[in-house]
């Protein structure tokens, strides 16, 4: 069943009850999330130092990964996270973004 779902799928999957997210969450099911990322269009490289389960919740998932605010669309790249528009600008945060060398892609 595993192997038929989007990788949003799984990630909402592996929310529902402990048994599953041990299951979903462990080293033996990478593959189930590769396959399901794989199967899905258009979608960018998996970027390193990110899991498939990480990546999956930074692509779809909609909360704001500092406060938890939804709907959130705003991927900033470089540093891996979504942010809502009040946490991006806020000090400590827009600040930190400031100390990248390379450009950030901000989505």
């Not at 949003?8 to 299951?23: E, F, G, I, N, Y």
């Not at 605010?69 to 528009?85: D, E, N, Q, S």
């Amino acid at each position: 069943i595993f192997s038929h779902v989007d990788p949003l799928d799984l990630l909402r999957l592996s929310r529902t009850t402990k048994d599953l997210r041990a299951l979903l969450m462990s080293k033996s099911s990478i593959g189930v999330w590769e396959s399901a990322r794989l199967r899905m269009e258009g979608l960018p490289p998996i970027i390193e130092g990110l899991n498939e389960p990480q990546y999956a919740n930074l692509l779809f998932d909609t909360h704001c990964h500092n406060c938890l605010k939804t709907p959130t669309k705003r991927i900033i790249w470089a540093v891996r996270m979504r942010l809502c528009k009040q946490c991006l600008y806020k000090g400590e945060m827009y600040e930190q973004l400031f100390f990248f060398r390379e450009p950030f892609l901000i989505i």
